[in-house]
């Protein structure tokens, strides 16, 4: 009678495959049709105040609609017939849809696993994700490194990986970065990307693992190209900045439009800092909040998070040789450039535009997507302490936030992430040439200065051989202890 027991048992621990279903439905309010800029106001405030994270509203200006989204009808029911009777609000404004079902996919396992089992055109979890450039780094040595830069809140425990529930996995709380760097073609500059500051954006890291996964087979099929970006440039990437706030929002008891971390610091009962708030540059300035409920609270500190603080400390570590940094969000279709604090220009406004009018080019050539270039503070709002600013007043030329695309919402089906991934690489070609046109003192630079750092500077990061293998050979420890367990149950039973 115990056997099926440790059947379950053994399926459930060697496969930890699932997927969860989270199915939100999304009002549109059609602000053309309103024309009243104290009651759209009052729509906004009135979803704040219930002050439930449960429920997103944001204004979109390019399609001149107020969008609400939840993964509770009966929120939205309310909310609507609030709109309805207290605000009067016409009904033929209001639009309600359900939105298709996006899953996270985990393809994660104890032990050997392919890398074919990892779909790189869906939503993965993080440890799958891991895993994948783990994998990279082992199958392509001469061009993929991968580096445990940080860790998050959430503590690792040995313990509840034995639970195969979905927070308890291993490696959730790791910051990996994927390296990309063809070593023998010398010194060059490096390109930062980032993916996931925001949990609810799937789209983001799915994006970023897409385009480091097309970099790599891209320059071993002698795509031009691509081979050529890897050769001029060296990319460090890392698909998924906010691990633990990621996590939550795709597990079963947790928020679907979750945005922030999940550190659980606070003088009340909020959770999370707005890690786009957090970075070191105008802290604390317009577009941040000081309530440690606002889902834009910005921590108790510049960097007090150990995500913004981890990345930031291993920019600075190659501070002088940054290129470029990009930061991946969504949704919205739009380039941005410092300063984010300020509708006040930075003083490479121009050359920013430039740069961004090139890469909004070469995205719109491959599927006709139109990008929005502009200044953070001019074009969207302010937004204090976030990272493109921060990575601008520490010396790297180039920096951008880029929203993707804009679909109404944060539920973006996975057939958007390939050709996603494909513009943007575009878009980085045609960049990339543009610079080196019109800015050529900028490679020239940044190639001195990493000459110059070559013969003296030490790496402080573990790569994966050493740290995250280890992390994994645990694992198999452990599953190597559960088979015995099962063996001695069956034996005596
Ligand atoms: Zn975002």
Known sequence: MRLPLY????????????????????????????????????????????DNPKVDIRRSKRTHSLIIETEDPRLLSLIIHRFKTELNIPPGALTTRQLPEVKVKNTYRLHKRSLGEFDITAYNSHESVNDYLDELSISYPDLVTTKIIGYTHQNRSIKILINTHIDSAMYVNSLLLAQINNQKSGAKPKVFIDGGQHAREWISPAVVTHMIHQLISGYYKGDDRLRSLVTKYE???????????????????????????????????????????????????????????????????????KETKATSDYILSYQGQWHSYFSFHSFGQLILFPYSHTAAPNPDYEKH???????????????????????????????????????????????????????????????????????????????FQLIEEEDPKVYKQLVANVTESLPTREDNYQTSDSLYSSERRNSQNIFLLLCLTMMWGIIYY
């Not at 990319?235 to 691990?243: G, T």
């Not at 795709?250 to 957090?278: A, E, F, P, Q």
């Not at 540059?281 to 577009?287: I, V």
């Not at 009018?357 to 969207?380: D, E, F, H, P, Q």
């Open 235 to 305: 990319f460090h990437m890392l698909p998924i900045l906010n691990p633990d706030g990621y996590v939550y929002s795709y597990s079963d008891h947790g928020i679907r439009l979750w945005r922030k971390n999940m550190n659980n610091v606070t003088t009340t009962n909020c959770t999370g800092v707005d890690l786009n708030r957090n970075w070191d540059f105008h802290w604390a300035g317009r577009g941040g909040s000081r309530d440690e409920c606002s889902i834009v609270y910005q921590g108790q500190s510049a960097f007090s998070e």
């Open 353 to 431: 535009r430039s740069a961004a009018k090139s890469l909004a080019a070469g995205i719109k050539s491959v599927n006709n997507r139109r990008y929005t270039v502009g200044a953070v503070g001019m074009i969207l709002y302010e937004a204090s302490g976030s990272s493109e600013s921060w990575a601008y007043s520490i010396g790297v030329p180039y920096s951008y936030t880029l929203e993707l695309p804009d679909l109404f919402t944060f539920v973006v089906p996975t057939d958007v992430i390939e050709p996603t991934a494909n513009e943007l690489l575009q878009g980085l070609v045609e960049y």
């Open 7 to 50: 059947i379950l048992l053994y399926l459930l621990v060697t496969s930890v495959t699932y997927s969860v279903t989270k199915r939100l439905e999304l009002t549109l309010v059609d602000l053309k049709k309103i024309n009243d800029e104290s009651l759209v106001k009052k729509m906004m405030y009135m979803v704040h105040s219930l």
